[in-house]
């Protein structure tokens, strides 16, 4: 039983731990499987390194609460994994309609995590845990820049279609 924002905050703390350690992969697939489109892998590649710094920050967050970092399955994550992973395997998407899946289940997952992260930071000013706040934000702040470049690819293929 859940008691305190103490408890809930690390609760989901580990959620969101563990969600960036599965995008990390789902990052590099993605990666791989746009390599035709150089942009969008560049656009995946690097949001890899960021999610690689923001689990480093992760883990200094868990420090801001003694706690050792550790994680605790992110069901949304997995659904929204599943999801793209049954999408193309079912459904055989090529070309730019793979494009499209891509960035749409990407676009998913960095509005799953923006919310996470700002439920997170909501809860660490409450608890006036200041240094994970920050800590936080950063993520979120580079969560909100990675989903401003996909909704800019998504718009690039609606106007290359319109041409």
């Known amino acids: 039983m859940m008691r305190s ?5 690390e609760h989901e703390l580990k959620d969101i731990y563990d969600a960036e350690h599965k995008l990390k992969g789902a ?8 390599k035709n489109d150089p942009e969008l892998a560049d656009l995946f590649t690097s949001h890899l390194a960021e999610t690689e ?5 992760l883990q200094e967050v868990f420090q801001t609460i003694d706690r050792k970092a550790s994680r605790k399955p992110c069901e949304g994550i997995n659904g929204l994994l599943k999801e793209h992973s049954e999408m193309v395997r079912e459904e055989k998407p090529v070309g730019e ?3 499209t899946v ?12 923006m919310v996470a992260y700002q439920s997170l930071i909501d809860i660490a000013r409450e608890l006036g845990n200041t240094r994970a706040a920050s800590l936080l934000e950063q993520n979120l702040a ?8 996909l909704e800019r690819q998504a718009k690039r293929g609606r106007a290359t279609r319109a041409d």
């Open 97 to 99: 309609v793979l494009r």
């Open 102 to 113: 891509n960035i749409a289940s990407a676009l998913k997952t960095e509005h799953y995590e």
């Open 5 to 9: 924002k103490d408890e809930l905050f």
């Open 27 to 34: 990052l590099k697939k993605l990666a791989t499987k746009s």
């Open 53 to 57: 710094v923001q689990i480093e920050r």
């Open 142 to 149: 580079e969560e909100q820049n990675a989903a401003s470049k």
